[in-house]
């Protein structure tokens, strides 16, 4: 009985310090949406900014938060990585594959666990961006939130205390961490190649959206400790309304300060309702604050794309034990993590 009760009391602080983590993105979010209004300067709302700091924020001792360079420099330099190929060849299957080969191998040979990097360097091929002055601004988004994730540690810690370690925060980092092993390598770029193949026969270029990449990359880089890889059906649904809250938002109100804090709100009632954790559905919600025109065929896109990951997925793990692996490099991080692990005071 006392036990249960302890329980109760450690879970309520968490789930006050949970919401106020959300709330605390939510407002780095339009801040960073205000700051690209009144510059003109849009692609300082990079999208794949909702998930890094929702998870930076609410997960201030995950792999991400403990990697404050990673953060910063990973999105730097795919985003240099985007805007070279974005200038030197038109949109397509070639540059399309060297632009996400370059993000991969830059997070590969850093051993950065910060995949939202691949989205950087995919957006302004996909949105065709081709000033310079692009990297800067991811840098300078990734900067203020490694600034304010350290402020916000601080806060959190002098509010709510230190929270033991759990299973989730186990798996939630396994899943951050660079994939291991080749054979992934191999069904990521048939994904890619196959959603280009799409892209090209429909015209529909956001089949092959940039938070796309970093679903699969993460999905079929963890297959046994990917969170929503458990629950793949799911993916597209939660996916689809998310994008098609963020339009809604921008179709309404504007690319302004306003749609983005509404729009990263809408993803994280979606993906409540739906129990998953997909930080890149996030920026699902926030993609159409960089886009010119949005219409619903971005939804329709993204519902498209998210449903051929998850069959190619599906398919994947029947052709090979994808699992395997995944499941044992699992059960050493916890065994490594769980035991008597405290956060840091």
């Given at each position: 009985m006392n036990g249960s009760a302890d329980r109760s009391l450690e879970a309520a602080p968490r789930g006050r310090s949970r919401i106020a983590a959300?709330?605390?993105?939510?407002?780095?979010?339009?801040i960073i949406a205000q700051i690209a209004a009144l510059t003109g300067a849009f692609y300082l709302m990079f999208p794949e900014l909702g998930a890094l700091s929702h998870d930076v924020l609410t997960r201030p001792r995950g792999a991400w938060a403990r990697a404050p360079v990673a953060l910063i420099v990973t999105p730097a330099v795919a985003a240099i990585i985007g805007i070279f190929f974005t200038r030197a060849l038109p949109y397509g299957f070639a540059s399309v594959m060297l632009t996400i080969g370059g993000a991969v191998i830059v997070i590969l040979a850093m051993r950065s666990p910060i995949a939202p990097a691949i989205s950087a360097g995919l957006l302004p091929l996909v949105l065709g961006i081709k000033s310079w002055w692009y990297p800067p601004g991811i840098l300078f988004g990734s900067v203020l939130l490694?600034?304010?994730?350290?402020?916000?540690?601080?806060?959190?810690?002098?509010?709510?205390?230190?929270?033991?370690?759990?299973?989730?925060?186990?798996?939630e980092d396994a899943l951050e961490l660079a994939p291991s092993g080749a054979r992934w390598m191999g069904a990521f770029a048939i994904f890619v190649a196959l959603a280009m193949f799409a892209v090209e026969a429909t015209g529909l270029r956001f089949i092959l959206f940039p938070p796309l990449v970093v679903i699969g990359y993460e999905m079929l880089g963890h297959p046994a400790v990917c969170p929503w890889a458990r629950r793949p059906l799911a993916l597209p649904v939660a996916c689809f309304l998310t994008a098609s809250g963020g339009l809604l938002c921008v179709r309404l109100l504007g690319a302004d300060a306003a749609a983005a804090g509404l729009a990263m709100a809408w993803g994280l009632i979606v993906l409540r309702y739906f129990d998953l954790?997909?930080?890149?559905?996030?920026?699902?919600?926030?993609?159409?604050?960089?886009?010119?025109?949005?219409?619903?065929?971005?939804?329709?896109?993204?519902?498209?794309?998210?449903a051929m990951l998850t069959v190619w997925f599906l398919t994947y793990g029947v052709i090979f034990d994808a699992t395997a692996v995944g499941v044992l490099r699992a059960k050493k991080i916890a065994a490594q993590s769980l035991v008597g692990r405290w956060y840091p005071p």
């Open positions: 959300e709330l605390a993105a939510i407002f780095y979010i339009a490694a600034v304010g994730a350290g402020v916000w540690n601080r806060i959190e810690r002098r509010n709510f205390g230190d929270r033991v370690f759990e299973a989730a925060d186990t798996y954790h997909i930080p890149p559905a996030l920026a699902i919600a926030l993609l159409p604050m960089v886009m010119n025109h949005p219409t619903l065929w971005y939804a329709v896109s993204v519902a498209i794309g998210t």
